[in-house]
């Protein structure tokens, strides 16, 4: 069993930045592929960015290429999603999620353990 408590959520302008923050009580964080997803009102839920066991190896959708980054700290089971220039579609719940074993996938069906979310709002 893995609990995942998501925090730094909130309301920011367009064009402010973010730092989501996913704490892993586990005992065997690095056997877990990691990843941020988001579901906006009325939408399917849907990947951000993924990262895997080790932290050398990330992908982002493409609405987010070149202003999120994920990222992982295994000696403090954390994962973190940095979001620079944000837009009021990227407006919605964000979720932490975690795939055991040591590649990321592009399903949240693949993924084992959720986050209770946390929101992100952004103005125009």
């Known amino acids: 069993q893995v609990q995942l408590v998501e925090s730094g959520g909130g309301l920011v302008q367009a064009g402010g930045s973010l730092r989501l923050s996913c704490a892993a009580a586990?005992?065997?964080?690095?056997?877990?592929?990691m990843a941020w997803f988001r579901q906006a009102p009325g939408k399917e839920r849907e990947l951000v960015a993924a990262?895997?066991?080790?932290?050398?190896?990330?992908y982002s959708a493409g609405s987010v290429k070149g202003r999120f980054t994920i990222s992982r700290d295994n000696a403090k089971n954390t994962i973190s999603l940095q979001m620079n220039s944000l837009k009021p579609e990227d407006t919605a719940v964000y979720y932490c999620?975690?795939?055991?074993?040591?590649?990321?996938?592009?399903?949240?069906?693949?993924?084992?353990?959720w986050g209770q979310g946390t929101q992100v709002t952004v103005s125009s």
């Open positions: 999620a975690a795939k055991f074993g040591r590649l990321a996938g592009a399903s949240l069906f693949q993924y084992d353990y």
């Open positions: 586990t005992g065997t964080f690095s056997s877990y592929a």
């Open positions: 990262i895997n066991w080790s932290g050398n190896t990330t």
